[in-house]
């Protein structure tokens, strides 16, 4: 059977490219997700252009394989894990740039190539391509695509999905299918590009993608300051939003994060702070540090303390290492589910407060850092693997979170998508008519059910 | 049969609300496009609440007769024009504004109330809804949604759809949808939000959306600019974008609309110039004194001729008058067909002049006026509608200019939607593919074709 399967894609895709080696394969099991159950694949893809991804598909479709596309597997929601059986789809391999236009902002590209390639080539051309999930250095543009990746440029500048003007897709039968149009603007048909955009690759296979890029942002200017509760900080970003300012940053990290960083890094952060809010403002020279003095002022009216406004982009780039370098900071302290909750900007001092309340009513260690200007907060839920009483607490801890950010008007997922790790949650987000809704588009794309199977949503009622 | 139809309606809604009478019913026919058939209603509903929306698509699904619903009627494709028999469903009584908060800067609304309804309200809070196509003093904001509307805050803020956040919806078989999310980021399932903005009523009826709101825009400062040729101009505008420069508009008009905005005004134009540009910047006092200064030098680097730098915010709206009023200086030239293409911003320049050749070749005044800075123009057909080789004329240069787009790799429609009048023209730009997955897709919605048929596309291949 595997052999029949490899034969069928060896007929029009080189040998090297389809691998069955199982020592191999079992590298392409899962994406970085916690508690995502993953399978063997038969077989991977390594494609190096859209023929080879429509041949997979047809392959798949006349055989009822299941296929599984992947990029960086950077993922954090089992999005890209295998299931036994399938082909692994991997785009890693179509990595080019194929165009990157001065004159409109625009850049071309298929679906393997990194974010910091893209970033950096676009900066070579004094342009600016914005999306900076925190996995920047090492996922996708397919994959960022795929999953409508976030990061802490999104305040100011918006998520991938603002990004995305055109795609090339290859359909479950094969086909090609171009949504969307390089242009600003176009109102030609149903927004298809926006469709695919975050579907986890449950409708089709992005192969090439039209982005639009901004003007080089200039050197932004930092401050921070820390706070004595998580009310003082969540009312010095009310502040923010009140005073009409728009930050290019505005980042949050919590007491437990602060501890985590400290440890990590030794970075003599005081760890009697409740709370830590990091901005940034690029509106140029002199506008910049005019916003910024105005969210210092602001943080301290709020009670902010030891408030700090960098000297220079180096010194700011210092007081924004505690955030960035949080996620290995707290990977330190043992198993985590990262969750992704993305509450009203006013209520995220709420959030906070009550998913601290789920940390010490189940005895855990729950950092929470976040994009703070979104009201997109990522509690670590910290656990340890080997203790089994510890691990049924992480879980229920993390479905609080979840309960506590639709309560407050929010949603299970700010950015990091869907995948296996929230399935069980959409139904309450979207309601049974959504539901029902996603499942017949499911149907218009992937009639037999071949794509990501199981992703996102199960099939059936 | 319209006696029963119209019973059926008032078992669930006031009687006042449903409208029979002939010469009531007329005036709901259509909207403000040219040469786009519409038929006679047998009914008109004045809905006030979801639930009468609800209420006439359960009795329209079990009747099986169509609904055309109807905002302002202010759109330029045939979209809201009604077919025989039909319900019009008009939404423009759903009009009030239920709730803008401030700290999240969000706004939820009714479909019926007018742009500048919500726009002035956002404003008495210090807040900016951006989204001001031309008729924001008489187009609803449901309109705007449905086509997707744009304006001349663009090339900076985006366009409607860059605003919903989420939307209430009754689906065709009056069950309510609610897609999206209040919050500023979300993963959580497929872009149902995105899917319905810009389809036209074809898929659903919005009864209620969610809207992002900005902090309030500083007042802008304004440059104009003559040129002696348009590719001229094109070289300028050109120049601002290679600059990095983000104006917060950058419009367009051609020496045929100066020409009549000159007699509509007698605003003393000099009649040879070829083309003129008005940029604006909003980017704060100092900041936008620089960037306009910037941008003059670019116009007059590029050829530009009586480059006039406003001297406060009042002459700047006198010199943008030209533009905001060339829509009825044109109309005065006779009949017109309005297109609205985009192109990308490099082909500006190009675009126009084989619009020029077009209008010279077929013996026609075709002004052009539009949203430089985001490519999308507005090329006016004008002719005599008694006169029969003139209008054979005027639509085939009204074609012509399409395929000119297509060929410039544009679209056909930038901001005013496909409609009735270019529904032939959909599948030219979308391939056979696309409109497959199009046609696919309205019928997971509207299984019946019920929902405003005949719009963006026939059902039939």
Known sequence: MVDALADALRAQ???????????????????????????????AVLARETAH??????VASDLGVPVVPQGGRTGLSGGANAVDGCIVLS????????????ANRVAVVEPGVLNAVLSKAAAEQGLFYPPDPSSWEISTVGGNIATNAGGLCCVKYGVTADFVRALEVVLANGEILHTGRRTAKGVAGYDLTRLFVGSEGT?????????ALRPAAEEP????????????????????????????LLEFMDQASLRAANEYRRMGLPDHAAAMLIAQSDAGPERAAAEIATIARHFADAGGFDVIEAEDAQEGELLLN???????????LGSRLIDDVCVPVSRLADFVQRVEKVAADLGL???????????????????????????????????????????????????????LLKRDWLERELGHVG?????????????????????VMSLEA
């Open 435 to 455: 539901l029902r809704i996603h499942r017949e588009l499911k149907r218009v794309f992937d009639p037999a059910g071949i794509l990501n199977p199981g992703k």
């Open 13 to 43: 895709i080189p040998a090297p490219l389809v691998v069955t080696d199982p020592d191999r394969l079992a590298s392409y099991r899962h994406d970085m997700a916690t508690f995502c159950p993953s399978g063997m694949p038969a077989v």
């Open 322 to 332: 505690a955030r960035r370098e949080a996620h290995y900071a707290i990977d330190r």
């Open 53 to 58: 991804v429509q041949h997979v598909l047809k």
């Open 91 to 102: 785009l890693a391999g179509m990595d080019r740039i194929l165009e990157i236009d001065p």
């Open 221 to 248: 200017r930092t401050v921070a300051a820390l706070f004595p509760s998580v009310a003082a900080a969540g009312e010095a970003v009310a502040r923010v939003v009140a005073s009409g300012l728009v930050p290019s």
């Open 203 to 211: 409708l089709g296979v992005i192969t090439r993608a039209t982005l």
């Open 365 to 419: 260690t729950i950092p929470v850092v976040g994009h703070a200007g979104d009201g997109n907060l990522h509690p670590n839920v910290v656990f340890d693997a080997t203790d089994e009483d510890q691990v049924r607490r992480a879980r229920q801890a993390f479905d609080e979170i979840m309960r506590i950010g639709l309560a407050l008007g929010g949603t299970i997922t700010g950015e990091h998508g869907v995948g």
